[in-house]
């Protein structure tokens, strides 16, 4: 299934979510999020949604987490994050949760902390080298994977992957493209990253496959129309070799279009148009 958790529609923020289940081509609405947030990342641990940090509805930025339990479609609070922050990227990798980078009123920040929840604790790891926000990311063959997001307020191509087991950070190539609010899955041991442009500065109607065997970025071709443009804050995840991305904002207006990549086949569906959900 594909979750749809909060964010902000014409109506505001908002915390209401819905659930895309996939064999039935139809949606779903559940338990609303407790605490309303926009630009938020989640990811699953043990068939749970963990979603920390994001933006209030007043601009705040908080350090609360909340966990989706899909069986009893119910939210939990967990540990707060050691910050409060809005635009980080989190990751699920070896039953723990990473988040990297964001912002709050400290600015873009290099934030890397991993989160237990088997003693719903976080620890502090070494700092993102590239402070930044709004990346997107993932593990892939368990390195994870920070790329593109905002620096000093620019779309920016930087690609950083964490060693979890090491704990060390290695350089990658960089993007093809500069991209902030972009989103990402992967499949297959190989990392798509689709949308971007946050500051509408280049097109980012392709998006980018990166494959860690040659470690090169390779152009994928994405047949929107032509007048969608740029196009951040986007949903993304997958399920198996299906690649969803969803919502978002393309210039200054929200967006209620979908796609769904498998990998040459798209389709378009969404109840209702926002931005800056997960």
């Excluded at 993932?138 to 779309?155: D, I, K």
Aim: hydrophobic share 35%.
């Amino acid at each position: 299934n594909v979750y749809q958790i909060g964010g902000k529609t014409t109506d505001g923020v908002v915390g209401d979510m819905t659930v895309y289940h996939s064999g039935d081509h139809v949606w779903e609405s559940v338990a609303s999020k407790p605490t309303a947030v926009s630009d938020s990342s989640a990811d699953v641990l043990y068939g749970e949604v963990y979603l920390p940090g994001g933006r209030l509805a007043d601009g705040t930025v908080t350090d609360l987490m909340e966990v989706y339990s899909p069986a009893n479609d119910a939210w939990r609070p967990a540990m707060a994050l050691p910050e409060p922050l809005a635009g980080g990227l989190a990751i699920a990798e070896g039953g723990f949760l990473y988040v990297f980078g964001g912002e709050n009123d400290n600015g873009e920040r290099d934030a890397a902390y991993v989160y237990d929840p088997g003693s719903d604790s976080w620890r502090p790891l070494p700092p993102l080298p590239t402070p930044r926000s709004f990346a997107t990311g993932g593990s892939v063959a368990g390195l994870l994977y920070v790329v593109g997001g905002l620096e000093a307020g620019q779309e920016v191509d930087t690609c950083e992957v964490f060693n979890p087991t090491d704990e060390i950070w290695l350089d990658c190539p960089p993007l093809l493209l500069p991209r902030g609010g972009a989103g990402s899955a992967v499949v297959l041991n190989k990392l798509y990253v689709l949308g971007g442009g946050v500051n509408a500065t280049s097109e980012t109607a392709f998006g980018e496959m990166y494959d860690p065997k040659n470690e090169t970025w390779q152009v994928v071709n994405l047949p929107m129309p032509d007048e969608m443009g740029d196009w951040a804050y986007l949903g993304v995840t997958h399920i198996e070799s299906r690649i969803y991305a969803l919502g978002g904002r393309q210039g200054d207006q929200l967006t209620d279009t979908n796609f769904v990549y498998a990998p040459l086949v798209y389709q378009t569906f969404l109840p209702s148009a926002r931005g800056g959900g997960d």
